[in-house]
Every structure is written in structure tokens, then in C-alpha cells.
């Protein structure tokens, strides 16, 4: 029985000399009581599992993708996938070299599902200077010529020339005096038809990309600019139904200023005589009637009839605004201004009465000054 034992040990040892462990998956180990070479030992990670013993002198075991030696007594172990279990002790590595090891297949990564990763919304673009002049140019066409695009350009640089001047002592924000500038036509009450979709200022502003906070800012202006709101706030305050908040911002507001004033510069002198008489003409309104009386004092609801109605004349507007303006003016230099048109409209009110009184005193014109009256008068 001892030889038997004998001989099968020393065969499993030249077994192990001859040939190399390569077996991937494999679990081979040496029993050192039994003297035998067997299989069964616990699996572990893809290599080779080897219960080493020092009873294999100057042997060399060899797993699959060795990386690193485990050195033993007199027993050298190229490890690397493998698991080595036994008694490693301080001993010089033996420097061997690695078998060939036959390339293994790889196996592809598991493909990822295509997730677009979370982002957060792109900004709005900044709005550009010819996004809302396009649109106001083109919505200004349905208006007659009294407020057209060639109108609203006119408040648009006299309301920046203004602010400009204001920045000297105020601060000053240019582009909201600009925005309010040039929508403080849109959507005017005068021209609005009772089938017309609402506009919003504040939300078309914000359409092109304006600051939420930034447009309410130029909605309030646009909605604050017109003689017709300013007379209805001059009301509310009489009645005490304004708020100290409200009073305060349209005294304080720079940009609603400047708006205004630029407006309401272009409402007098010689550019106010000609937008009245085109304003008359578009509503078939009088020019001038001698039986027509001005309201002194027009209130909201008067002012309200007449610019929906078209009645009185194209001179009782004088009269009714277009005079009361000059007092009305908020920015020191638009003041200066409008005395100066005020004056020419004063002027202008009494050529034209000068005019119509002509001929009033004698009634007794023959034929021949009837006659010419109909035609040029030549030199």
C-alpha cells in the first residue's frame, strides 16, 4: 500500500513539472496528507484555484492572466486572476518566465442606453433692437398717418435725447425709456376695434426674450404714457382712491417722464398742427367750426367720447389739450421745449383766426374779389 501511495505521488509530481496549470475555470489542488492530485476545490474569480504546499520543490504554477508572483518555499507561483492559498514566508522571488498563455476572448461591454443627460433649459436669447421695431413698423400701418412709424421714431429720439440729459443728475435707464418709446402706441384705445385680440406689452416683451421684471417695468410705462391716463389718475387722486405707491411712481419715475414728454413734444407746435388736422381728416372730424365750444375743463369721460366719436373740431382740441401740455411737462429740458411750440401753436391759433375773420367786417366784396378768391394770387 506505501508503494502504491509512493508511486502515485511521484507521478503527480512530474505531472506538475511537465505541464503547467493553465486550466481557466479549473479548480486544481495537491492533498499533502494523501499524496494525490484532485479536483473539488471551492471556485473563485475566472482563474485557477491552487492549494500550494511546500511539498512541490522548484515547481512552477501558472494560472490564467497571472499579474503578480506569491513567492512559497522553494515553490514559485505566477498569480494573477488566480486565488493562491497556502503560507507564503520572506523568500527571494525566483524570476520565471511566464508560459504562453493562449488570448482569451473578451467579452463587450453591455451596451448603455442612449439617456440624453438632464439639463437645464437653455436661456432665453437676449432680445435684439430690430426685434421690436419690426413689429412695432409694421403693427403702426393700421393707424392713420397721425400715428404712424414716422411718429413713433420722432418720441423714440426725443425720449433718448431727454433721458440723456436726465443722466446728468439721474440714473437712468436707457433701454426701458427705449422699449417704452417705441410701444406706447401699440394697442391705443382710440384705434382699437371691439373684435380685437388683447394685446399684451408686457408678455411680447417677454417673448423676445426681455426680463419678465424688466418688461412689467415698460408695461406700466406704456400703460401710464397717454393724456387720456393721465387725466383718469388726476381723478382718482380728487377722489382719494389712488395709492401713495402709485402717486409716488408716476411723480418719481424718470423713464415714464421722458416718455411722456417726448410724446407729448411731438403732440405741439408745428408736428401737433399738422397730427391734429390729419387726426380730423382720418375721423371726418371739422377743422374748425365757429359754433363749436371747447370743454375749459375736459374731464375722462368727455375726452374718452371724443376721441371714440370723433366729434367737436380739429381747433377745439387745441383748446382741450394740445394747449395744456406745455404745463404738463415733467423733464426740465422738455419744458424748455414745449414753451417754445406752445408759442408757435399760439401763434398759429391766431393766424387762423386772423384768417377766418377776414371778410367778417365788410360784406359788400363785388364780384371781382369773390372771383379771385377761388384762384392764386398773382404778382
Known amino acids: 500500500m506505501f508503494k502504491l501511495a509512493l508511486v502515485a505521488s511521484v507521478l503527480a509530481i512530474a505531472a506538475?513539472?511537465?505541464?503547467?496549470?493553465a486550466d481557466q475555470g479549473m479548480n486544481h489542488y495537491y492533498h499533502p496528507k494523501r499524496n494525490m492530485f484532485g479536483f473539488g476545490c471551492p471556485g473563485c474569480y475566472q482563474g485557477v484555484n491552487i492549494l500550494a504546499h511546500n511539498t512541490f520543490p522548484n515547481t512552477q504554477f501558472i494560472g490564467s492572466g497571472f499579474q503578480h508572483?506569491?513567492?512559497?518555499?522553494?515553490?514559485?507561483?505566477?498569480?494573477?486572476?488566480?486565488?493562491i492559498y497556502g503560507s507564503p514566508v520572506s523568500a527571494p522571488q525566483q524570476p520565471v518566465a511566464p508560459a504562453p498563455v493562449p488570448e482569451q476572448p473578451v467579452a463587450p461591454a453591455p451596451v448603455q442606453p442612449c439617456v440624453e443627460p438632464t439639463q437645464a433649459p437653455a436661456p432665453a436669447p437676449a432680445p435684439t433692437p430690430e426685434q421690436p421695431v419690426r413689429f412695432v413698423c409694421e403693427y403702426m400701418k393700421k393707424y392713420d398717418c397721425s400715428h404712424d412709424w414716422h411718429h413713433v421714431q420722432r418720441v423714440v429720439r426725443q425720449a433718448?435725447?431727454?433721458?440723456?440729459?436726465?443722466?446728468e443728475n439721474k440714473t437712468v435707464d436707457l433701454?426701458?425709456?427705449?422699449?417704452?418709446?417705441?410701444?406706447?402706441?401699440?394697442?391705443?384705445?382710440?384705434?382699437k376695434d371691439d373684435g380685437e385680440e388683447p394685446f399684451s406689452c408686457v408678455e411680447f416683451l417677454v417673448s423676445i426674450g426681455v426680463n419678465r421684471a424688466r418688461a412689467e417695468i415698460v408695461g406700466r410705462i406704456v400703460d401710464s404714457v397717454s393724456f387720456r391716463k393721465e387725466l383718469l389718475?388726476?381723478?382718482h387722486d380728487k377722489?382719494?382712491?389712488?395709492?401713495?405707491e402709485e402717486r409716488e411712481w408716476r411723480r418719481d419715475c424718470v423713464e415714464l417722464a421722458c416718455v411722456q414728454d417726448a410724446d407729448r413734444l411731438d403732440a405741439i407746435?408745428?408736428?401737433?398742427?399738422?397730427r391734429c388736422a390729419a387726426f380730423s381728416g382720418a375721423r371726418n372730424r371739422p377743422l374748425y367750426d365757429p359754433n363749436d365750444q371747447a370743454a375749459d375743463k375736459i374731464t375722462y369721460a368727455q375726452y374718452v367720447h371724443q376721441s371714440s366719436s370723433a366729434?367737436?373740431?380739429?381747433?377745439?382740441h387745441f383748446h382741450e389739450k394740445l394747449l395744456k401740455l406745455a404745463l404738463m411737462m415733467k423733464t426740465k429740458r422738455g419744458k424748455q421745449e414745449a414753451e417754445r411750440r406752445h408759442t408757435f401753436m399760439i401763434n398759429f391759433l391766431q393766424q387762423l383766426d386772423d384768417e377766418f375773420r377776414f371778410g367778417q367786417e365788410d360784406n359788400s366784396l363785388d364780384s371781382n374779389i369773390l372771383e379771385a378768391s377761388h384762384h392764386p394770387i398773382k404778382n
Open 175 to 191: 433701454e426701458i425709456v427705449h422699449l417704452a418709446a417705441l410701444l406706447h402706441d401699440v394697442n391705443d384705445a382710440k384705434y
Open 69 to 83: 508572483t506569491t513567492v512559497y518555499p522553494e515553490v514559485s507561483l505566477t498569480a494573477g486572476s488566480a486565488n
Open 233 to 235: 389718475a388726476a381723478e
Open 239 to 244: 377722489m382719494g382712491i389712488t395709492s401713495s
Open 269 to 274: 407746435g408745428a408736428f401737433g398742427v399738422l
Open 16 to 21: 506538475i513539472r511537465a505541464a503547467p496549470i
Open 311 to 316: 366729434t367737436g373740431t380739429a381747433v377745439s
Open 160 to 167: 433718448l435725447a431727454l433721458a440723456k440729459i436726465e443722466q
